[in-house]
C-alpha cells in the first residue's frame, strides 16, 4: 500500500467518523412566566346591599348679601341671540361665578372625598352631557365619576370652541372647534379624580364651566334651591366635601347609618 493509498483512508475514516455522531439533543426553552397585569388605580364599586344603604340629603347656604349677576353683552354675534331657550332658568346671559337665590347657593360640587375607595366608572357608562346653547354651557358645573366622559354638544347656530384644562395627570386638556347646529358631540374621557376643571369657548371668552371628576360613585351637584342628595351610599363615616369655583372647598365628617337618611349643612360666605 502506497503512503497515497494510507492518506486517502485515513481520511475516509475521518469524514466517515465525523458524520456519524449523533447531533446533540436541543436544550428545552426556558419556560417564561405569564404576563400578570397590575392592579388598577381604582375598581369597579361592588353592588351596594339596598337593605342597609343609606342616603344624604343636603343644603348649601350662603351667608351675606348676594351679588348681583351681571348681564353679557352677546350681540357681537348674531348666532348667540335666540329669543327663546326653554331649557335656561334665566333667559338673559348673565353671570354664573355666584348664583344665589335666598341665601341658597347653586352649582356646588359635593362629594364623598374620603371615607370610600375609590371606583372608577363601569364600562359602557353613558357620558354626561354638556351642551352649548344660547352662547352659554349648559350646565355650568358638572360632575362625572373617575373613569367616565363627558359629551360636547353644539344647539347654537354658531361655531363655538371647546377648551379643557385639567391639571391631573391622566385627564387630557382639549382645544377643538365644534361647528354649529352639531349633531355628533364631541366625547372626552377623564380618568384622574380633580376639582373644578375650567372649559372655555375661545371664540366667546364669557363662556364658562367647570366638569369635577369624582373619585367614586357618591357626588352631586347642587340645584338653584342650593340643596343635594346623594344616595345609596354604605353605611359608615365619611369625609364629605363642598367645592364652589370661587369660594373654595369645605369639609364635613358625615356618618351614614343603614337605612337612614343623614342631613348634612354647608354655609359659604362672601369673600
Same mark, same amino acid.
Given at each position: 500500500?502506497?503512503?497515497?493509498?494510507?492518506? =486517502?483512508? =485515513?481520511? #475516509?475514516?475521518?469524514?466517515?467518523?465525523?458524520?456519524?455522531?449523533?447531533?446533540?439533543?436541543?436544550?428545552?426553552?426556558?419556560?417564561?412566566?405569564? *404576563?400578570?397585569?397590575?392592579?388598577?388605580? %381604582?375598581?369597579?364599586?361592588?353592588?351596594? +346591599? *339596598?337593605?342597609?344603604?343609606?342616603?344624604?340629603?343636603?343644603?348649601? /347656604?350662603? +351667608?351675606? %348679601?348676594?351679588? *348681583?349677576?351681571?348681564?353679557?353683552?352677546?350681540?357681537?354675534?348674531?348666532?348667540? =341671540?335666540?329669543?327663546?331657550?326653554p331649557d335656561i332658568t334665566n333667559p338673559p346671559n348673565l353671570t354664573e361665578q355666584l348664583i344665589v337665590n335666598d341665601r341658597l347657593l347653586a352649582n356646588v360640587y359635593v362629594y364623598i372625598k374620603s371615607g370610600a375607595p375609590n371606583y372608577t366608572a363601569p364600562p359602557g357608562s353613558r357620558p354626561a352631557l354638556l351642551n352649548q346653547k344660547g352662547?352659554?354651557?349648559?350646565? /355650568? @358645573? &358638572?360632575?362625572?365619576?373617575?373613569?367616565?366622559?363627558?359629551? !360636547? &354638544?353644539?344647539? +347654537?347656530?354658531?361655531?363655538?370652541?371647546? /377648551?379643557?384644562?385639567?391639571?391631573?395627570?391622566?385627564?387630557?386638556?382639549?382645544?377643538?372647534?365644534?361647528?354649529?347646529?352639531?349633531?355628533?358631540?364631541?366625547?372626552?374621557? !377623564?380618568?384622574?379624580?380633580?376639582?373644578?376643571?375650567?372649559?372655555?369657548?375661545?371664540? /366667546?371668552?364669557?363662556?364658562?364651566?367647570?366638569?369635577?371628576?369624582?373619585?367614586?360613585?357618591? !357626588? #352631586? @351637584?347642587?340645584?338653584?334651591? $342650593?340643596?343635594?342628595?346623594?344616595? $345609596?351610599?354604605?353605611?359608615?363615616?365619611?369625609?364629605? %366635601? *363642598?367645592?364652589?369655583?370661587?369660594?373654595?372647598?369645605?369639609?364635613?365628617?358625615?356618618?351614614?347609618?343603614?337605612?337612614?337618611?343623614?342631613?348634612?349643612?354647608?354655609? !359659604?360666605?362672601?369673600?
Amino acid at each position: 500500500m502506497t503512503l497515497r493509498t494510507t492518506t =486517502l483512508l =485515513l481520511l #475516509a475514516t475521518v469524514i466517515t467518523s465525523a458524520g456519524c455522531k449523533k447531533a446533540p439533543t436541543p436544550s428545552a426553552p426556558t419556560p417564561v412566566a405569564p *404576563a400578570v397585569s397590575k392592579p388598577t388605580a %381604582a375598581e369597579i364599586a361592588p353592588p351596594v +346591599d *339596598a337593605a342597609t344603604a343609606g342616603a344624604i340629603s343636603g343644603v348649601v /347656604h350662603f +351667608d351675606g %348679601a348676594a351679588p *348681583a349677576r351681571i348681564p353679557i353683552d352677546v350681540s357681537a354675534d348674531p348666532g348667540c =341671540l335666540q329669543p327663546s331657550i326653554p331649557d335656561i332658568t334665566n333667559p338673559p346671559n348673565l353671570t354664573e361665578q355666584l348664583i344665589v337665590n335666598d341665601r341658597l347657593l347653586a352649582n356646588v360640587y359635593v362629594y364623598i372625598k374620603s371615607g370610600a375607595p375609590n371606583y372608577t366608572a363601569p364600562p359602557g357608562s353613558r357620558p354626561a352631557l354638556l351642551n352649548q346653547k344660547g352662547c352659554r354651557y349648559i350646565p /355650568h @358645573v &358638572l360632575a362625572i365619576q373617575q373613569g367616565g366622559s363627558v359629551a !360636547f &354638544l353644539n344647539s +347654537d347656530s354658531t361655531v363655538h370652541n371647546i /377648551h379643557t384644562m385639567p391639571t391631573q395627570p391622566g385627564n387630557n386638556s382639549s382645544d377643538i372647534t365644534e361647528p354649529a347646529n352639531s349633531t355628533e358631540p364631541r366625547t372626552q374621557s !377623564f380618568p384622574t379624580p380633580e376639582v373644578m376643571i375650567p372649559v372655555r369657548c375661545n371664540n /366667546h371668552p364669557w363662556m364658562s364651566a367647570f366638569i369635577n371628576v369624582a373619585p367614586n360613585p357618591w !357626588f #352631586a @351637584v347642587t340645584g338653584t334651591d $342650593g340643596t343635594f342628595s346623594i344616595t $345609596g351610599l354604605p353605611p359608615g363615616t365619611y369625609t364629605l %366635601a *363642598a367645592v364652589q369655583e370661587k369660594l373654595g372647598e369645605q369639609d364635613i365628617q358625615i356618618t351614614v347609618k343603614p337605612k337612614s337618611v343623614t342631613s348634612a349643612s354647608f354655609t !359659604f360666605a362672601a369673600k
